[in-house]
């Protein structure tokens, strides 16, 4: 990368950014799509940012804060600078947003509240930056808001035999809090102090996410052989039938999750999990107290 001409570029574009430019997420001004978001895992209780930036060829790429400070940016170099960069996804970690009780928290993992990621990320907009092929500029802009969706609530997976059929369906309902992240109680004061603009349970969704997934080791041949769906957030059934089709691609006693999620309108996700989820079960011992998978039956099971 020519380090005299992409500090030029880089000065122009600093005082380009200073003076705003034009865009939304899709399209986002000279991109094809940039947006920045907040994604909490309700259930795991962890919080994250993400970005993502899609434009053509590429030699460089950055992300400015709303104060106009550099938060992130790449270079290509050598092969990757002859081929050139697309699509950039990138996503913080994802640090607990709860306090654990000691002796659940064997490993001392790092901890950042709700109150606290909203003092570390400045909502307003973000605005993306790069340099092309021919080493043109392009610019963009993205809103990071905290209007946070609920975490659904009452994810249930439910498997029937029909005939020489599998049949399964993910049920789940609106929810009213932020799950580990933030209670009713906790949302009522964050509301009150001004840290949360917007009541989860009043924020709209704008789609929801579906994901069963085997929830295998990373080595396994069946992970990431997930069915993945969205429905839009305002259908009237809260549910999604998954085909056997895919189910009977699956071998018996498969361990699996689903994760529901709550999609809004400015991108912000928040995703519920419900684990312990045996498919296609064949249990030789059906009088015992675990399943084909080796989990507990409840006693609703």
Known sequence: MNGVKTKTVLA???????????????PCGDFGECKVLVEINSSDGDIGFHFLMDGDNLRYGALFNPKHRKIYSYG?????????????????????CWHPEPEDDEYGEPVVTLEEFIDRWM???YHF????????????????????????????????????????????????????????????????????????ANVPVAAWEVVLEPDVEDGDPLNGMNYVVRIPGDAEELEVEVPDDYLETL???????????????????????????????????????????????????
Not at 12 to 26: D, K
Not at 130 to 138: D, H, L, V
Not at 152 to 180: F, K, M, Q, R, Y
Request: net charge negative; glycine share 10%; charged share 30%.
């Open 123 to 125: 909502d307003g907009t």
């Open 129 to 200: 930056f790069a340099i092309g092929e021919g080493w043109e500029t392009s610019y963009g802009q993205s809103e990071l808001s905290f209007n946070l969706p609920a975490a659904p609530a009452d994810v249930e997976w439910e498997e029937e035999e029909d005939g020489d059929d599998t049949e399964g369906e993910i049920t789940w309902l609106a929810g009213s809090d932020l799950g580990e992240c933030a209670d009713e109680d906790d949302i009522a004061e964050l509301i009150a102090e001004g840290v949360l603009p917007m009541n989860p």
């Open 12 to 26: 122009s574009a600093v005082a380009a950014l200073l003076c705003g430019t034009a865009g939304a997420t899709e």
């Open 251 to 301: 071998p018996d006693n498969t361990p699996a999750k689903v994760e529901v999620g709550a999609i809004g309108f400015d991108d912000n996700a928040t995703f519920t999990e419900e684990g312990d989820i045996c498919l296609n079960e064949d249990d030789p011992d059906e009088f015992d107290d675990f399943d084909g998978c080796g989990f507990e039956i409840e006693e609703d099971d």
């Open 76 to 96: 290509a170099r050598r092969e990757l600078a002859h081929q050139f960069v697309t699509e950039t996804f990138n996503e913080s970690a994802e640090p607990l």
